[in-house]
């Protein structure tokens, strides 16, 4: 934001106990030679701080801001101080938090310094007090680095204040120091990340987010991360699905802020999907044969260990119905295959379909084709073959 600057010399005051008394009060911007009772301070009437003590001095901002660092620097004029007595100046930014019609004051964390003679800055204990004789031109600065966001409609000022110490306590510790001074804030612009399209994610599989950020920025690489127990993802956006769900997977974009931006984040939302799944049908008999004997197919389904039931088809007529997946495969036995009339044979396209579960999508084999055989039309081999409960012996 800008600085804000006291033009005209403005007295700092300590009382006989070296508290501070009177300080500077100094806007965000522009410039104030006000002075005020510290006192006035823990005032809770918002009202006062606008129309009766600080008179302008507090600056309402626009919008939302957050600010990062403050650097000060304060020009004394010509004082005498007490032999003996040491004054130490501080700064402090405090806020103005409405409520309702009224509000309060508050000091903002961190956003406070102690002031430091600029002629010891590269001595290995920088001075932080005045004594003895103030001449003009006997600069000190103070700086802090915070991080505070003031909402759209709350008000900021500086408050420069000083304490006396040094001299037994039946001394008065009355003093005056007039100063100048000059403030600025450092702001953090916001990043705005945008996600791009939302990858399609299933159990046991991967795809990929990825975020943009809008420029200017702070250049620092977008990380990506997610609390949720249904995916995972790695800090460069792949994304590994572990149960189905719907909007069940969310994902955070990161890019981490500097000294003048904050950090951005987004977030994207993912369902992950069910895990695909392959049923192949399958059997150990021979596939052509006589009508009316067992016939035994099996299905083995491959997916993400899946459960659930098959069912056996020939066309539309069901053989076989929820057959309870076991150990990823289920089988069915029928003797209802024949021929039809007097045909001689029939031909049939056996299928088995997997009904799917909670982590895994259904599916449905490939065609098995058989052959059935009318029995007047065979010669039989009786004693040949050993007669089974599973498969066909002609």
């Not at 956006?237 to 969310?250: E, K, L």
């Not at 055989?373 to 002609?394: H, K, M, Q, W």
């Amino acid at each position: 934001m800008g600085v804000g600057d006291v033009a005209h010399a403005t007295n700092l005051t300590t009382n006989s106990g070296g508290q501070a008394s009177t300080g500077a009060l100094v806007p965000v911007s522009g410039y104030s030679a006000t002075a005020v009772p510290i006192t006035q301070l823990d005032a809770n009437n918002g009202q006062a701080y606008f129309g009766n003590i600080y008179g302008g001095v507090l600056q309402v901002m626009p919008s939302t801001m957050t600010f990062t660092k403050m650097n000060a620097i304060i020009n004394p004029q010509n004082t005498v101080i007490l032999i003996g007595v040491h004054l130490t100046v501080s700064a402090q930014l405090y806020r103005f938090q409405r409520q309702g019609g009224s509000g309060q004051l508050v000091a903002v964390p961190g956003a406070a310094c102690t002031f430091t003679d600029v002629s010891t800055l590269q001595a290995p204990n920088p001075v932080q007090t005045y004594e003895n004789i103030v001449s003009v031109g006997e600069l000190a600065v103070c700086s802090a680095t915070f991080s505070a966001t003031i909402p759209t409609g709350d008000s900021l000022m500086w408050l420069i204040s000083m304490t006396a110490s040094g001299i037994s306590n039946n001394v008065s510790l009355v003093q005056t120091l007039p100063i100048d001074a000059s403030i600025s804030l450092a702001t953090q612009a916001a990043q705005t990340l945008t996600f791009g399209a939302v990858p399609t994610v299933i159990v046991n599989g991967t795809g990929s987010v990825n975020a943009t950020s809008a420029t200017p920025n702070s250049g620092n690489v977008i990380t990506y991360s997610t609390s949720s127990t249904d995916c995972s993802v790695t800090s460069t956006g792949v994304v590994s699905g572990i149960n189905a769900g719907t909007n069940n997977c969310v994902i955070v974009a990161t890019q981490a802020g500097n000294t003048n931006y904050t950090q951005g984040t987004a977030t994207q939302t993912l369902s992950i999907g069910k895990a695909t799944t392959t049923t192949a049908l399958t059997t150990a008999c021979m596939t052509t044969f006589v009508g009316n004997q067992p016939f035994t197919t099996t299905a083995g389904v491959t997916g993400s260990s899946p459960t659930g039931k098959v069912t056996f088809n020939q066309g539309a007529s069901t053989l076989c119905s929820n057959v309870t997946l076991s150990s990823d495969s289920a089988s069915c036995t029928t003797s209802a295959l024949a021929t039809l009339g007097t045909d001689a044979k029939a031909s049939y396209n056996l299928t088995a379909s997997y009904s799917g579960d909670a982590q895994n999508a259904a599916s449905v084999s490939a065609a098995l084709p058989i052959t059935v055989l009318s029995a007047s039309d065979v010669v039989y081999r009786n004693g040949f073959e050993t007669e089974t409960l599973s498969c066909p012996i002609e």
